[in-house]
């Protein structure tokens, strides 16, 4: 399986900014994930293959994930973006079918190269 996350860049405070990650292989739920320097990889929201999703509180009310199972792309779609989102993004596979997705970082064993997100005051 592999992952390739692209979309990200700079952006004003307020803005908005389209993730997308291709997938090559077959996975269950796929997730978006961040790091910002010298802090630890938090989760943002996953999408499993019945649709069902998650969100952490980061992300609510903020972001929205979708997911294209025809072309193999997870998206993510973030809005009023705030200088604390700067960090860079990840997506990830879960291989493992589960009833419904955690975006937690633990829970995901193949992950794609981040893209740079960052947000300017």
């Known amino acids: 399986v592999q992952l390739q996350a692209s979309g990200g860049g700079l952006v004003q405070t307020g803005g908005s900014v389209s993730l997308s990650c291709a997938v090559s292989g077959f996975v269950h739920a796929l997730g978006w994930f961040r790091q910002a320097p010298g802090k630890e990889r938090e989760g943002l929201s996953c999408?499993?293959?019945?649709?069902?999703?998650d969100y952490t509180d980061s992300a609510k009310g903020r972001f929205t994930i979708s997911r294209d199972k025809v072309k193999n792309i997870v998206y993510l779609q973030m809005d009023n973006l705030e200088p604390e989102d700067t960090a860079t993004y990840y997506c990830?596979?879960?291989?493992?079918?589960?009833?419904?997705?955690?975006?937690?970082?633990?829970?995901?064993?193949?992950w794609g190269r981040g893209t740079q997100v960052t947000v300017s005051s």
């Open positions: 999408i499993g293959s019945r649709g069902d999703t």
């Open positions: 990830a596979a879960d291989l493992a079918y589960t009833l419904s997705c955690v975006a937690k970082p633990s829970l995901y064993d193949h």
